[in-house]
């Protein structure tokens, strides 16, 4: 089972970059998937979640109205659009799925790479 964070790179305040996350040994859409990331120094965040199917979405206060997460089961890909991009938004951006096998965002924010399933992440780095 793996996960794989892409999609990263430099952007301007105010700029937008879109993560995909993909998944490989199991299938996406039997699961929900949640974005994480972490600065240097600070505490792994909660970004979003989504459920199986994409009918429940939800996000950080610190990126409601400026991410927007969905997923494309066909292709085994989860996608994060970060429109609106702050300094504060650098970090390394990670995807995770829960283990075992969970279809809704429950305790979605206490998923952790000690015990679910978790990708590389992949670097934002937003310049004022």
């Known amino acids: 089972v793996q996960l794989q964070a892409s999609g990263g790179g430099l952007v301007q305040a105010g700029g937008s970059v879109i993560l995909s996350c993909a998944a490989s040994?199991?299938?996406?859409?039997?699961?929900?998937i949640a974005w994480f990331r972490q600065a240097p120094g600070k505490e792994r965040e909660g970004v979003s979640c989504?459920?199986?199917?994409?009918?429940?979405?939800y996000y950080a206060d610190s990126v409601q109205g400026r991410f927007t997460i969905s997923r494309d089961n066909a292709k085994n890909t989860v996608y994060l659009q970060m429109n609106s991009l702050k300094p504060e938004d650098t970090a390394v951006y990670y995807c995770?799925?829960?283990?075992?096998?969970?279809?809704?965002?429950?305790?979605?924010?206490?998923?952790?790479?000690?015990?679910?399933?978790w990708g590389q992440g992949t670097q934002v780095t937003v310049s004022s």
């Open positions: 989504i459920s199986f199917g994409g009918g429940s979405t």
């Open positions: 040994g199991f299938t996406l859409g039997e699961y929900a």
């Open positions: 995770a799925a829960p283990k075992p096998k969970t279809l809704r965002c429950a305790r979605w924010n206490r998923w952790n790479k000690e015990n679910d399933y």
